[in-house]
């Protein structure tokens, strides 16, 4: 590794070495011009920018962490990409009605750890406040399928309440 | 309490923003209430959603019949309410059976309805529990709901009205046998209040006071409805 890079990008650099499953699909040149933006959320948990297998280099998309599974998440279940891509501007009925579906899809075909696996990839600083509460309530029912349900919830109130809402009024009858 | 109601006039229907519930009466002569989720779809018109009959589930224009009253969700958790009365009807095609008993029934996570029990059904208030439950806001205590007596002579009369609507033979049969094990009953003007009052969920003990005060503003509007058509 390049001993001249800054402490954050080595770091990222070791964490991709780590990481078989994405070592397996982007050498270290790729990854060397990957624009890679580290960023600290309420939580504390480190996130990058990242290219999927397959997609362009316009077509990258914020994620927690990278697998093979995700991977094969994201290639199955397309509209994720755009999910991510407008997380931040789906704040009404219209823009969020086609997702939830999709959302729904996946739980009514049983795809328990689908969507787990997609709910463990949300982060709470990157989305609108109305998903912060909507992926919890959509989800709701299925809970006890969702082991990421939990933390997502703990993640939401804490950033509800840095967005200056009231978690126990907003997510009244989740907590 | 104040339960803050209004009547559907053309101005009233703008101010709505969120979530509503709609309720009225719509004959006189005959005690039976109905109501229904009135809300900003996705084309930002204002619609009511309700459980009309045995398989009909309608979206429309609301009517001047109906009084409505805002729930009391923020403005966050009114579109992803809205969000998700659109996908239970866009998932209901054929609409959902109409019937006494909630056990058993649930909607599914694309919203399309789904009964463990052959027979099982919601009536229109049972309807918007069943939403409200599915998102996790509870707003009737079930298990603190008294079975009354006067219950049974309202379920012996819509399981009836089932039977010459032409539900099949089991399915009012299923019915008939529920109502024998005792089935408690959800009104709609109690539905109404749990639904708007700030402290979900509640006993029937604790809502029966405001429901008859509402139920009094429903039948006055009703009256004046029947007056101004003379």
């Given at each position: 590794m390049d001993a001249n890079i800054s402490p954050d990008y080595k770091h990222l650099l070791e964490y991709f070495h780590n990481r078989y499953a994405y070592y397996e699909y982007i050498d270290e040149e790729q990854l060397k011009s990957i624009h890679l933006s580290p960023l600290t959320n309420s939580a504390n948990q480190i996130s990058f920018e990242v290219p999927l297998y397959g997609?362009?280099?316009?077509g990258c998309f914020r994620i927690r962490e990278s697998s093979r599974e995700l991977t094969q998440l994201f290639e199955e279940a397309t509209w994720m990409k755009g999910f991510f891509d407008s997380a931040t501007e789906l704040k009404d009925v219209k823009s969020l009605v086609p997702y939830y579906k999709e959302i729904n899809s996946i739980l009514s075909r049983k795809k328990f750890d689908q969507c787990d696996l997609f709910l463990s990839q949300v982060q709470t600083n990157s989305i609108s406040d109305v998903l912060l509460v909507g992926l919890l309530r959509l989800t709701f029912s299925y809970r006890d399928y969702l082991p990421s349900w939990d933390v997502l919830l703990l993640e939401a109130k804490e950033e509800l309440l840095n967005r200056g809402y009231r978690p126990e009024d907003t997510l009244k009858g989740l907590l | 309490m104040n339960l803050n109601v209004k009547p559907i006039i053309e101005d009233s229907v703008d101010q709505i923003t969120g979530i509503c519930i709609a309720i009225a009466r719509f004959?006189?002569?005959?005690e039976q209430q109905h109501i229904g989720f009135l809300y900003r779809d996705g084309d930002n018109l204002t619609k009511l959603l309700h459980l009309?009959?045995?398989y009909i589930l309608k979206k429309e224009d609301p009517s001047k019949v109906y009084l409505w009253m805002e729930i009391p969700f923020d403005e966050l958790n009114q579109i992803n309410t809205a969000a998700f009365l659109e996908s239970i009807y866009d998932s209901n095609p054929d609409g959902i059976p109409y019937g006494i008993?909630?056990?058993g029934t649930r909607f599914e996570a694309d919203g399309a309805f789904f009964f463990l029990e052959k027979g099982a059904g919601l009536t229109c208030a049972t309807f918007v529990m069943q939403v409200f439950q599915h998102l996790g806001?509870?707003?009737?205590d079930k298990d603190c709901w008294e079975f009354r007596d006067s219950d049974k002579e309202w379920q012996n009369q819509i399981i009836d009205d089932l039977e010459n609507y032409g539900a099949p033979k089991e399915y009012i049969t299923y019915q008939r046998n529920k109502i024998q094990g005792g089935v408690a009953r959800f009104k709609p003007e109690e539905v109404a209040v749990a639904s708007v009052l700030?402290?979900?969920?509640?006993?029937?003990k604790d809502i029966i006071e405001p429901s008859q005060n509402l139920l009094e503003l429903i039948v006055a509007h009703a009256k004046k409805l029947a007056s101004e058509k003379n």
């Amino acid at each position: 590794m390049d001993a001249n890079i800054s402490p954050d990008y080595k770091h990222l650099l070791e964490y991709f070495h780590n990481r078989y499953a994405y070592y397996e699909y982007i050498d270290e040149e790729q990854l060397k011009s990957i624009h890679l933006s580290p960023l600290t959320n309420s939580a504390n948990q480190i996130s990058f920018e990242v290219p999927l297998y397959g997609v362009s280099s316009s077509g990258c998309f914020r994620i927690r962490e990278s697998s093979r599974e995700l991977t094969q998440l994201f290639e199955e279940a397309t509209w994720m990409k755009g999910f991510f891509d407008s997380a931040t501007e789906l704040k009404d009925v219209k823009s969020l009605v086609p997702y939830y579906k999709e959302i729904n899809s996946i739980l009514s075909r049983k795809k328990f750890d689908q969507c787990d696996l997609f709910l463990s990839q949300v982060q709470t600083n990157s989305i609108s406040d109305v998903l912060l509460v909507g992926l919890l309530r959509l989800t709701f029912s299925y809970r006890d399928y969702l082991p990421s349900w939990d933390v997502l919830l703990l993640e939401a109130k804490e950033e509800l309440l840095n967005r200056g809402y009231r978690p126990e009024d907003t997510l009244k009858g989740l907590l | 309490m104040n339960l803050n109601v209004k009547p559907i006039i053309e101005d009233s229907v703008d101010q709505i923003t969120g979530i509503c519930i709609a309720i009225a009466r719509f004959d006189l002569g005959i005690e039976q209430q109905h109501i229904g989720f009135l809300y900003r779809d996705g084309d930002n018109l204002t619609k009511l959603l309700h459980l009309a009959w045995h398989y009909i589930l309608k979206k429309e224009d609301p009517s001047k019949v109906y009084l409505w009253m805002e729930i009391p969700f923020d403005e966050l958790n009114q579109i992803n309410t809205a969000a998700f009365l659109e996908s239970i009807y866009d998932s209901n095609p054929d609409g959902i059976p109409y019937g006494i008993c909630i056990d058993g029934t649930r909607f599914e996570a694309d919203g399309a309805f789904f009964f463990l029990e052959k027979g099982a059904g919601l009536t229109c208030a049972t309807f918007v529990m069943q939403v409200f439950q599915h998102l996790g806001y509870n707003i009737i205590d079930k298990d603190c709901w008294e079975f009354r007596d006067s219950d049974k002579e309202w379920q012996n009369q819509i399981i009836d009205d089932l039977e010459n609507y032409g539900a099949p033979k089991e399915y009012i049969t299923y019915q008939r046998n529920k109502i024998q094990g005792g089935v408690a009953r959800f009104k709609p003007e109690e539905v109404a209040v749990a639904s708007v009052l700030s402290s979900p969920p509640y006993a029937l003990k604790d809502i029966i006071e405001p429901s008859q005060n509402l139920l009094e503003l429903i039948v006055a509007h009703a009256k004046k409805l029947a007056s101004e058509k003379n």
